[in-house]
């Protein structure tokens, strides 16, 4: 079986957890190919049309696996192959992209929802769908003991460590919330807030091993990576309440749902802190089945599934 990934390559690469779910596919036999687009907007997208129907015709792929409603919509300008779409959240937060993605919906042969709110939002419906999160390579967050970790980083033992699940700058996942927080607690706690910019996954794994709290106060997600991975390290953790956050954390103690409020943000880190241990998230992934091969597995049969099919 031969696919054809489809999506957004305007930073020269496509996001982690694309290409970590392709290479879980390639690993159990499917040849995998990949096609970037590169432009902004659906005027941008529609002048890859062009490039890609050349891309289809050289590799010809069994089908395309495109991800966002917009790279989506692109691939199934062309009815040779057939084209699923996973949303991951973007596609539903203003009404053009929404109404765009709902039209690609409308025409794919099936829609991966990386969560159901995602569904819901979406203005059109597919028939054909499932709720399937992306997964983390679980192998890959390698766990080092926590004071190990600290000193390794040279942590000051005096201190408390959050690591914010984001860039400070992005104002969807709310650093703003997270600091008028930390402020109400300067009395109480020496605290220092780490964003996660600019630095490769065995060092966010290092980070999440060492410090005290990992916090996503974040306004809108489709199923977050980074709190995923954090629950792979064993981190404590405090996010709000939106997308599949409360579903992922489960009732894991060392897991705290928290709201928009800062007081009730400081609670739940003081909660995190006086927790003082860590938590068993990387259990819970397993549980869950979010794991890079188990994710790969559930595609896997959505493929075979609209090729069998397609040959009948």
């Keep these: 079986m031969k696919i054809l990934i489809v999506g957004n390559y305007n930073k020269g690469k496509f996001n982690a957890f694309v290409i970590e779910q392709a290479e879980e596919l390639a690993r159990m036999g499917v040849s995998v ?12 997208y529609l002048k890859n049309r062009k490039a890609l129907i050349e891309k289809i015709d ?12 917009l790279s989506g919509l692109l691939a ?25 993605s709902s039209i690609a919906a409308k025409r794919s042969r099936y829609v991966i929802y990386v969560a159901e709110h995602i569904r819901k939002l979406s203005y059109l419906k597919a028939k054909n ?25 040279g942590f000051d033992d005096k201190k408390k460590y959050i690591l914010f699940g984001g860039a400070f700058s992005n104002l969807r996942k ?13 009395d109480r706690y020496d605290i220092e807030c780490i964003e996660m910019r600019g630095m490769d996954r065995s060092q966010i794994t290092k980070l999440m091993c060492a410090v005290d709290c990992f916090a996503l106060p ?95």
């Design 33 to 44: 190919e990949y096609f970037g687009i590169k432009g902004k907007g659906m005027k941008g």
């Design 58 to 69: 050289e590799c010809n792929p069994d089908l395309i696996h495109a991800h966002y409603g």
């Design 218 to 312: 974040t306004k809108s997600e489709g199923s977050p990576q980074a709190l995923k991975e954090a629950m792979g390290c064993n981190c404590p953790i405090v996010a709000t309440d939106v997308a599949d956050i409360k579903t992922l954390l489960g009732n894991v103690p060392g897991h705290y749902i928290c709201t928009f409020e800062p007081e009730n943000v400081a609670d739940r880190l003081v909660q995190a802190f006086e927790y003082g241990k860590r938590t068993e998230g990387r259990k819970r992934i397993l549980e869950l089945g979010l794991t890079n091969d188990r994710i790969a597995e559930r595609i896997l049969k959505i493929y075979e599934s609209i090729l069998n099919n397609s040959r009948k």
């Design 129 to 153: 769908y499932s709720i399937i999160p992306c997964g983390v390579n679980i192998e890959d967050l390698e766990i080092t003991p926590f004071d190990e970790a600290r000193k390794e980083l």
């Design 174 to 186: 709310n650093y703003p919330l997270l600091k008028q927080a930390v402020e109400l607690l300067k």
């Design 76 to 100: 199934t300008l062309q009815r040779k192959k057939p084209v699923v779409i996973t949303f991951h959240n973007g596609e539903t937060l203003s009404t053009l992209p929404n109404i765009l």
